[in-house]
């Protein structure tokens, strides 16, 4: 009995293993595209992964957040296919490169936050509360 729930296991894991996040294939298959200094599209990269169009631009935007990669992400617009229709809108395509992207606060020289902060212990407050109680 336990050789079989040993074996069980054994083979799980072996599977867990095998099995890549979609987001992993992507990033695979924009890297080998780099190697070749190819820039792919949606529909080039849905024919390759077999995934959807809109889930492949979603892997992507993951990819470029640190804690996926950091991964810097370019688009551009392809050239005038022949045979497509000029109303049938702009043909972007995308490669993915090595270097980590600089977030926000890295850009911007000393700053703390990027909303508008109240301070503490603000006069404001303190004088309302003044102006009510000189009434009593």
């Not at 296991?9 to 599977?15: A, E, G, K, L, M």
């Not at 190819?38 to 077999?50: C, F, G, P, Q």
């Not at 991964?71 to 392809?78: C, H, L, N, S, T």
């Given at each position: 009995?336990?050789?079989?729930?040993?074996h069980?296991?054994?083979?799980?894991?072996?599977?867990?293993?095998?099995m890549?996040?979609?987001?992993?294939?992507?990033?695979?298959?924009?890297?080998?595209?780099?190697?070749?200094?190819?820039?792919?599209?949606?529909?080039?990269?849905?024919?390759?992964?077999?995934?959807?169009?809109?889930?492949?631009?979603?892997?992507?935007?993951?990819?470029?957040?640190?804690?996926?990669?950091?991964?810097?992400?370019?688009?551009?617009?392809?050239?005038?296919l022949?045979?497509?229709?000029?109303?049938?809108?702009?043909l972007?395509?995308?490669?993915?490169?090595?270097?980590?992207?600089?977030?926000?606060?890295?850009g911007?020289?000393?700053?703390?936050?990027?909303?508008?902060?109240?301070?503490?212990?603000?006069?404001?407050?303190?004088?309302?509360?003044?102006?009510?109680?000189?009434?009593?």
């Amino acid at each position: 009995m336990r050789q079989a729930i040993r074996h069980r296991t054994t083979t799980r894991n072996i599977t867990r293993l095998r099995m890549r996040t979609q987001r992993q294939i992507v990033r695979d298959v924009m890297l080998s595209a780099a190697e070749c200094d190819t820039w792919l599209t949606l529909a080039e990269l849905a024919r390759l992964t077999r995934f959807g169009e809109a889930s492949i631009s979603a892997q992507l935007r993951h990819l470029r957040k640190p804690e996926c990669g950091g991964f810097q992400i370019k688009k551009r617009v392809r050239a005038a296919l022949p045979g497509r229709p000029p109303q049938a809108g702009s043909l972007w395509e995308y490669r993915l490169f090595w270097g980590r992207r600089r977030s926000r606060k890295q850009g911007v020289r000393g700053a703390k936050s990027f909303g508008w902060r109240k301070k503490a212990g603000s006069a404001r407050g303190r004088e309302r509360g003044s102006e009510a109680g000189a009434g009593l």
